[in-house]
């Protein structure tokens, strides 16, 4: 979890400069002086920098030179130069380099506990936030958790991540999170079919696009699509069944959650065969589920999955390019 947020760190820090200006160290540490000279001296190329010290044990360092490393960086580092330390043996409280980092530092500290309910990771990440001076509002959280795809890790290597790009911006908005946080393909699913269903042709061929550029194969997003567009099938059984066939896409989170979503759980319970995983998620990713199936109707979503089973057998027997095939897919679903 710790090289998964060095990497996000380096990114939201350097940019496109990273592939220059990273200078990363491992087992073969240079000497203290060494290290300072690396830390404060100025990129070779114009850009930002950082010094990447990874699994490095300054605990094991005389406290002499462990001083000597603390006061050259208190007395300041060349601006748009970082220094960033990657180690598990840090996290001794009692030492002194523990507490120096922490009164001097962005000290980030990963617990081993890395799971936790979905429903409460939404209260983990407003006092993540909150334990760090910053405030996320509803909104922006529910983006922020739908692009992780509720995952823990994720979510929280990127909450550091919006943190890190933040700079003196305390409330982290909605728009900060889409223009930071990367949505995955499962999420991009939704998105695309919300085009689709409302016959926006351009931005369903822009989404397909970028699902393919994530590097997901061809298969395994027609096989996103027709699993999502099933459960789709299942939000129709249990609209009709509950009498909520009027209810429209501009229904409201609380809304869903409060009047809506009761209602399903007392559906599954009773209809385990059509509502197989309907409920699987947080009620939000469901939420968004609902939405998105009402773009289509019950005829046109069956109409859909039998597009989807042509295209398959196509990518699967067909000489024509992937590329074709899949954009013939976007027109065929369009016209259902």
Not at 31 to 56: Q, T
Not at 239 to 252: F, V
Not at 275 to 281: I, M
């Amino acid at each position: 979890m710790m090289k998964e947020a060095l990497n996000s760190i380096v990114e939201a820090l350097l940019g496109a400069d990273a592939s220059t200006n990273l200078e990363v160290y491992k087992e073969d540490f240079p000497d203290i002086p060494d290290i300072l000279s690396s830390i404060m001296m100025r990129p070779f190329f114009p850009g930002k920098k950082a010094v990447a010290l990874i699994d490095w044990d300054i605990s094991r360092l005389s406290e002499e030179k462990q001083k000597l490393f603390c006061s050259e960086i208190e007395k300041g580092i060349p601006e748009d130069n970082y220094v960033l330390i990657l180690s598990e043996a840090l996290k001794d409280k009692r030492k002194f380099f523990y507490n120096w980092a922490k009164k001097n530092a962005e000290l980030l500290e990963f617990r081993k506990e890395t799971k936790a309910e979905k429903s409460d990771l939404p209260k983990i990440v407003k006092n993540f936030f909150s334990e760090k001076g910053y405030t996320i509002d509803n909104d922006a959280l529910l983006e922020l958790l739908t692009r992780c795809d509720f995952d823990y890790t994720k979510t929280l290597l990127e909450a550091d991540k919006l943190i890190l790009a933040a700079d003196e911006k305390t409330v982290i908005e909605k728009k900060d999170v889409q223009l930071a946080v990367v949505a995955t393909n499962e999420i991009l699913i939704f998105d695309f079919l919300d085009a689709v269903g409302d016959k926006n042709l351009s931005l369903s061929l822009d989404l397909l696009n970028r699902m393919i550029k994530n590097g997901e194969e061809y298969g395994k997003i027609i096989a996103l699509l027709s699993k999502r567009i099933h459960s789709f099938l299942q939000v129709f059984c249990f609209l009709k069944s509950t009498g909520l066939e009027g209810i429209n896409r501009m229904m409201r989170y609380n809304e869903f959650k409060n009047r809506i979503y009761p209602l399903l759980e007392d559906f599954c319970a009773q209809n385990t065969a059509e509502s197989t995983n309907l409920l699987k998620g947080h009620p939000y990713y469901i939420y968004k589920l609902m939405l998105s199936a009402l773009s289509f109707s019950f005829e046109s979503s069956k109409k859909a999955i039998d597009v989807l089973a042509r295209m398959d057998f196509e990518l699967k027997t067909s000489a024509l390019s992937k590329n074709l095939i899949v954009e013939k897919m976007v027109f065929s679903l369009i016209s259902v």
